[in-house]
């Protein structure tokens, strides 16, 4: 059994208390707020407290609090040599204070405020400066369900800044997807089943392959009408960008009429 | 049971066969490619032909080609005042010749070449000119298991645009996030699970509701960290104008720092 102390009341210390509730493999020996108010709710299944000098032995610190507040507060954390761990895919792992043993123990998932979280479709990125502390965020992870990376600092800005591109910027596309349909009187919903499955499609072919469209196929006439069909001068830019982004990635700059044929659909 | 004459041999025509085929409400007459080789392996299935002038009777007759040949076939066809449609998003119905009973059946999907497609996940969008056309399209869409929506051109222009946004831009988000994994040596494949539930946020979530992220909550640190560590020009410049995007949406061009906890996944 793995003790755990949660740092912060944010939406990830939430999901995590939750998820080692459920676990036993690991346990969770009390739970630390700034603002007990935060946390209340929850005193009947945890010990929890608002002050640092407090806090109890466990197995792994957990800090989830916003990244800017991550580095002070391991400062101000009143012990040394404890495996202490942030939960950010941005801070540096050196940005713990250096009297801990350090690491970080990232989940690569969006979280809904108030939904449950199913750990098992949560990648946990682990980075750790020894190799024993490696082994039991590992265990940590699988005690919640979850699949674990080894990551170096790195690998993990790396898949912090691609996140931004999958979850953040793609979920902005919907939203103008949303703006061009609602102008017209269409319905954004019958867009849903094509959302879902170009997610589904990069599970099992790279987005190279599943490109299609008039931009991969070069198909100007296509290209020209949706631009003229395009009220709004910001949305003409993203659909210019991107449509040379396709192009620079196949190679379409000047394309042939015979790829036309096989790559119709979209 | 209705009849279908199916004109054209690729991806769409070849998808709307096989579902016709297990459909027990709607059959293939006859299927016409110009190029008889390239539907020869379905001879046992249903009659072939490549002579216009041999098409049989049926209740729909549909063009599934390429969108520039659609308006020169419908000319071709050896009949008046029957019912065509094309299954094209962006072209026009009165593209098609006025002797016709004309509309369109469009599956606002994205269809993989090879894998099987599951109709009841492929919403069709339906134009016709007269009411009774409709009537049958809808019924033929119902056939193969699809839900079918009554659009006018300007909802089906929306619509396929929209398409564009939500599926080949999106797609072309996953593959940045691949160059850039890629180049850090992370796995892409971590970034799956996020993926599909972002897709999977906005089938109940509005899009403008699902956001978060540096650009939602303008961290200015993090959006700053996240564009030096890109070593490509061109992914910068995407970057920076979908970061815009989302600060346009969400007015948060001066963003107050009491945002930030609120919001705090990725």
Chains 1, 2 share one sequence.
């Not at 349909?181 to 849903?192: C, P, Q, V």
């Not at 987005?207 to 991969?216: D, E, L, N, R, W």
């Not at 009220?231 to 982004?245: G, P, V």
Request: glycine share 4%; net charge positive; charged share 25%.
């Amino acid at each position: 059994m793995i003790s755990v102390v949660l740092i912060g009341a944010g939406n990830v210390a939430t999901h995590l208390f939750k998820a080692f509730s459920l676990s036993n493999q690991a346990s969770v020996n009390q739970w630390y707020s700034r603002t007990l108010k935060s946390i209340e709710a929850y005193k009947t299944q945890v010990e929890i407290t608002d002050n640092l000098s407090q806090l109890k032995d466990a197995d792994v610190y957990i800090i989830a609090v916003s990244d800017d507040a991550i580095s002070e507060l391991s400062s101000k954390l009143p012990f040394e040599d404890r495996l202490v761990v942030h939960t950010s895919g941005s801070v540096g792992i050196y940005d713990l204070d250096k009297k801990l043993k350090r690491g970080v123990f990232y989940p690569l998932q969006t979280f809904t405020k108030g939904a449950d979280v199913d750990f098992s479709t949560v990648p946990i990125c682990i980075e750790t400066i020894k190799k024993t502390d490696y082994h039991i965020l590992k265990q940590l992870g699988q005690a919640i369900g979850s699949k674990t990376h080894r990551v170096n600092s790195d690998q993990r800005s790396a898949l912090h800044l691609a996140a931004v591109f999958v979850n953040n910027f793609t979920n902005q596309l919907y939203r103008v997807a949303h703006e061009i349909t609602e102008s017209k009187g269409a319905e954004f919903d019958i867009l849903k089943p094509l959302i879902l499955e170009t997610a589904n499609k990069v599970q099992d072919l790279s987005p190279y392959v599943a490109q299609t469209g008039p931009a991969k196929r070069n198909d100007k006439k296509t290209i020209k009408k949706h631009l003229k069909s395009l009220d709004s001068e910001h949305h003409r830019t993203i659909y210019e960008l991107l449509t040379t982004s396709i192009k620079k990635t196949h190679g379409t700059s000047t394309g042939s009429a015979t790829k036309r044929s096989i790559t119709k659909n979209n």
